[in-house]
């Protein structure tokens, strides 16, 4: 089983900039895919952005071109660089995990779960 525990989140100003961190252990192999997740309140969970196996990495269109995910050099570390955030980035940001899956594109997802981090945008 996958632990995942998040770090990074925190208020900030409009146009200001993140950068979330996410440390996972607790299996042996590194190579599968991995994401984060948002969910504000009121609203659902939403899918921000993910990375695989292979490095290929997808991203939600309201943040294109402004958060960028990447996985540290072991492969057990996950971030999510955030630029020019905005009021509507506010959430509650988790970190997310599938071993089960190397590509994140494959069907049927079992994602594990990090305590997640808070992040507000004020304007």
């Known amino acids: 089983q996958v632990q995942l525990v998040e770090s990074g989140g925190g208020s900030v100003q409009a146009g200001g900039s993140l950068r979330l961190s996410c440390e996972a252990s607790?299996?042996?192999?590194?190579?599968?895919?991995m994401g984060w997740f948002r969910q504000a309140p009121g609203k659902e969970r939403e899918e921000v952005a993910t990375?695989?196996?292979?490095?290929?990495?997808t991203y939600v269109d309201s943040v294109k071109g402004r958060f960028t995910i990447s996985k540290g050099n072991t492969k057990t570390t996950l971030y999510l660089q955030m630029n020019s955030l905005k009021p509507e980035d506010t959430a509650m940001y988790s970190c997310?995990?599938?071993?089960?899956?190397?590509?994140?594109?494959?069907?049927?997802?079992?994602?594990?779960w990090g305590q997640g981090t808070q992040v507000t945008v004020s304007s």
């Open positions: 997310a995990a599938d071993p089960s899956r190397r590509y994140c594109s494959d069907r049927y997802p079992r994602w594990y």
């Open positions: 607790g299996y042996t192999s590194s190579s599968y895919c």
């Open positions: 990375i695989d196996v292979d490095g290929r990495t």
